[in-house]
């Protein structure tokens, strides 16, 4: 299939890009720039919000995997509502000009404040700009999928554990930490317990999801599990040999983050024994 990825630059993208490639699809991979990019897949370095026509401009794709987003991990940024109607508009001109498959990058955000597992039913109440601008957004997703008898997947993305120091995740501040010389982390108590995915799992999910079409709907891209963020990092730490330690307790938790929340893997499982 012939796959168009947005975002394909980013800290996501770039694994998700390769992960595509691997699965036997061809991908055609937009940003700003494509610096990053692997070089088996069409580069297109634009802004993608600003083309009139984009199912046309990129060559017809079967699929829209789109990950593009700006402030992941800013979750107060203006950015997610500033930018919402830019999102609705690409898919909207991108489902009425012919693109029958739309899969977006979501986030455990919506969800808001819960505890326990999460499936596809599990209601949302977002309290932070991420939140809401990526519930909205699917909202309007599914809206335009029914109205164009579109394959809608929402993959709802939990907490990717990489070592790239480009990121914003504490994964990669502790890995820019460790490379910058530096013996001590300021960490919190870290006894919530969240649902962590190696960065290659999550590729690999993504990629796997995209490439079908009879799992729709909301699909987690997770483990299944939960685990204690302190357990995790301490694991990261040594996984990788950094020679630094976690000063618990410096900064408190943030008040909307859940004790105990993960994701329900029956779908992506199913996606990944079919393959």
Do not use: R
């Given at each position: 299939m012939r796959i168009l990825v947005t975002g394909?630059?980013?800290?996501?993208?770039?694994?998700?890009?390769?992960?595509?490639?691997?699965?036997?699809?061809?991908?055609?991979?937009v940003d700003f720039n494509t610096d990053h990019v692997d070089s088996r897949a069409k580069k297109v370095a634009c802004n993608l919000f600003e083309i009139k026509n984009p199912y046309e401009y990129f060559g017809k794709p079967e699929v829209l995997c789109h990950l593009a987003w700006r402030d992941g991990f800013?979750?107060?940024?203006?950015?997610?509502?500033?930018?919402?109607?830019?999102?609705?508009d690409f898919i909207k001109k991108m489902v009425e000009a012919g693109c029958k498959h739309i899969a977006v990058m979501?986030?455990?955000?919506?969800?808001?404040?819960?505890?326990?597992?999460?499936?596809?039913?599990?209601?949302?109440?977002?309290?932070?700009?991420?939140?809401?601008?990526k519930n909205a957004l699917r909202d309007l997703t599914v809206m335009l999928c029914?109205?164009?008898?579109?394959?809608?997947?929402?993959?709802r993305g939990y907490y990717i554990v990489g070592n790239s120091k480009f990121?914003?995740?504490?994964?990669?501040k502790i890995t820019a930490a460790a490379e910058e010389g530096k013996k001590e982390f300021p960490f919190t108590l870290g006894q919530n317990q969240y649902d962590f995915?190696?960065?290659?799992?999550?590729?690999?999910?993504?990629?796997?999801?995209?490439?079908q079409s009879q799992e729709q709907g909301i699909i987690n891209i997770c483990s299944g599990r939960p685990e204690k963020l302190a357990d995790r990092v301490e694991r990261f730490i040594k996984e990788n040999n950094y020679d630094i330690k976690l000063q618990y307790g410096v900064f408190p938790d943030r008040p909307y983050d859940s004790k105990a929340i993960w994701?329900?893997?029956?779908?992506i499982e199913k996606i990944l024994n079919k393959r």
């Open positions: 394909a630059n980013g800290y996501l993208g770039t694994g998700i890009v390769e992960a595509i490639l691997n699965s036997g699809n061809e991908v055609i991979a800013i979750h107060y940024s203006d950015a997610h509502i500033d930018d919402l109607p830019a999102h609705y979501g986030s455990m955000h919506e969800i808001g404040f819960f505890e326990g597992s999460i499936n596809e039913s599990t209601p949302c109440h977002p309290t932070t700009p991420y939140g809401i601008g029914k109205q164009n008898n579109c394959v809608f997947q929402w993959m990121g914003s995740s504490i994964f990669s995915i190696d960065y290659p799992d999550f590729c690999t999910q993504v990629a796997a999801v995209v490439g994701g329900d893997s029956t779908k």
